[in-house]
């Protein structure tokens, strides 16, 4: 897998409706879709939740390679996760090698779950591909308002979040020209076993590390330059509204909520 493949925290700007929906609305219908995802107990309700996503990339005019992009990075995990369901759910035993048991329960839940975890990791890439790092800054710091009364540091966080989620991408940048630049001094990165490939990438370590502190460095110098205090008497040059589209794209999830919640019933009316 290639780094320019990573697009965890890539904003790609445009005028579509999902785009023009208030970063609030976003977060919140973000948070709603993964407790649906969450609540799904029959397969027919993926379909669903596969639906709205499709629908919403559509919509958005975000590229579908680009949810293969989104993850490409988790599949180790979804394969771990599918394996360790494979083998240690009990039930009608399909396949026996050994102390290894495959069950057909152990099948399903381990495609239903790798499924639910695809689902999961593109529904929640939209919300970063369609919102600027200001916008979801301005957006969390205001949902998480009421903390304030209770002395919790709600612009600080939001903008630790924000900035985080802005600098994986030159974080990526940075670290495929360093390899680039290692492997031309004749460094070999991809031979040999797990221990020699470990050991291949303290170079490449060491001064994206100096990089990411001299960033952090120049950031923060950039930021007392411009007087920035804080978010206390801040100011923002856009104010965020809520509007009609906002009302329609929760009431369409919602919808599928309803939807997801009657057909988890259906085993049982069988």
Same mark, same amino acid.
């Given at each position: 897998?290639?780094?320019?493949?990573?697009?965890?925290?890539?904003?790609? %700007?445009?005028?579509? =409706?999902?785009?023009?929906?208030?970063?609030?609305?976003?977060?919140?219908?973000?948070?709603?879709?993964?407790?649906? /995802?969450?609540?799904?107990?029959?397969?027919?309700?993926? /379909?669903?939740?596969?639906? =709205?996503?499709?629908?919403?990339?559509?919509?958005?005019?975000? %590229?579908?390679?680009?949810?293969?992009?989104?993850?490409?990075?988790?599949?180790?995990?979804?394969? =771990?996760?599918?394996? +360790?369901? /494979?083998?240690?759910?009990?039930?009608?035993?399909? =396949?026996?090698?050994?102390?290894?048991?495959?069950?057909?329960?152990?099948?399903?839940?381990?495609?239903? @779950?790798?499924?639910?975890?695809? /689902?999961?990791?593109?529904?929640?890439?939209? +919300?970063?591909?369609?919102?600027?790092?200001?916008?979801?800054?301005?957006?969390?710091?205001?949902?998480?308002?009421?903390?304030?009364?209770?002395?919790?540091?709600?612009?600080?966080?939001?903008? @630790?979040?924000?900035?985080?989620?802005?600098?994986?991408?030159?974080?990526?940048?940075?670290?495929?020209?360093? @390899?680039?630049?290692?492997?031309?001094?004749?460094?070999?990165?991809?031979?040999?076993?797990?221990?020699?490939?470990?050991?291949? +990438?303290? %170079?490449?370590?060491?001064?994206?590390?100096?990089?990411?502190?001299?960033?952090?460095?120049? +950031?923060?110098?950039?930021?007392?330059?411009?007087?920035?205090?804080?978010?206390?008497?801040?100011?923002?040059?856009?104010?965020?509204?809520?509007?009609?589209?906002?009302?329609?794209?929760?009431?369409?999830?919602?919808?599928?909520?309803?939807?997801?919640?009657?057909?988890?019933?259906?085993?049982?009316?069988?």
């Amino acid at each position: 897998m290639a780094l320019k493949d990573i697009t965890i925290g890539q904003y790609f %700007p445009g005028h579509s =409706f999902v785009h023009q929906v208030d970063p609030r609305m976003k977060i919140i219908i973000t948070f709603v879709y993964v407790v649906m /995802l969450f609540m799904i107990d029959h397969p027919a309700g993926l /379909l669903v939740g596969a639906l =709205f996503l499709v629908v919403a990339y559509g919509v958005s005019g975000i %590229p579908y390679k680009m949810i293969l992009k989104s993850l490409k990075p988790m599949v180790p995990i979804i394969l =771990f996760t599918g394996i +360790l369901n /494979l083998f240690f759910i009990q039930g009608d035993t399909v =396949f026996s090698l050994w102390i290894l048991r495959i069950s057909r329960q152990g099948i399903s839940t381990a495609v239903f @779950m790798a499924v639910r975890i695809l /689902l999961l990791i593109a529904g929640t890439s939209l +919300l970063t591909y369609t919102s600027s790092p200001i916008a979801l800054t301005d957006a969390i710091e205001q949902l998480f308002g009421p903390l304030k009364k209770l002395h919790f540091p709600v612009h600080e966080l939001a903008m @630790m979040m924000t900035i985080a989620l802005r600098f994986i991408p030159t974080l990526i940048e940075e670290t495929d020209k360093i @390899m680039n630049a290692q492997k031309a001094r004749g460094a070999d990165m991809e031979s040999g076993g797990l221990m020699q490939r470990a050991k291949a +990438l303290i %170079p490449v370590l060491i001064p994206l590390f100096v990089s990411a502190f001299r960033r952090a460095d120049e +950031l923060a110098l950039a930021m007392e330059c411009r007087c920035y205090r804080g978010g206390e008497g801040r100011t923002r040059m856009r104010q965020l509204h809520y509007s009609f589209r906002d009302g329609v794209a929760l009431g369409v999830l919602i919808c599928c909520m309803v939807g997801i919640l009657l057909l988890n019933r259906l085993p049982a009316v069988l």
